[in-house]
């Protein structure tokens, strides 16, 4: 919380860039569900200081990682869902990335 509000946004696209490469390995699972459950608080320490159409894009972040875990030992099963995941993941950290303004 003491960090400024880029840190903390690259702090979630670095979280979300681990997902992305942990889920690759099947032995992985709850390495990433625990990053899961950290990204989403990393979305509740930085919304509240972001705009308004970047705290609209993390709540929409916010819902799908709960998807994600609800339904979290069935995509980890299924090799093309656990893919998904990760192509979403990386998707969604270099949006964050660029929210943070850490890249140019």
């Known amino acids: 919380m003491r ?3 880029p840190v903390r946004l690259g ?10 490469s942990f ?3 099947p032995e992985h699972r709850d390495v990433v569900e625990g990053l899961l459950e950290e990204s989403k608080f990393f979305i509740e320490w930085a919304a509240p200081e972001a705009g308004l159409d970047v705290q609209a894009a993390l709540v929409g972040l916010q819902v799908q990682l709960a998807r994600w875990q609800h339904a979290w030992p069935r995509i980890w099963a299924d090799p093309v869902q ?6 979403q993941s ?5 949006r964050v990335l660029t ?6």
């Open 3 to 5: 960090d400024p509000l």
């Open 11 to 20: 702090g979630l696209a670095a979280n979300l860039a681990r997902v992305q």
């Open 23 to 25: 889920s690759d390995h």
């Open 82 to 87: 656990r893919a998904a995941v990760s192509q």
């Open 90 to 94: 990386g998707t969604w950290s270099e």
């Open 99 to 104: 929210f943070s303004g850490l890249v140019g």
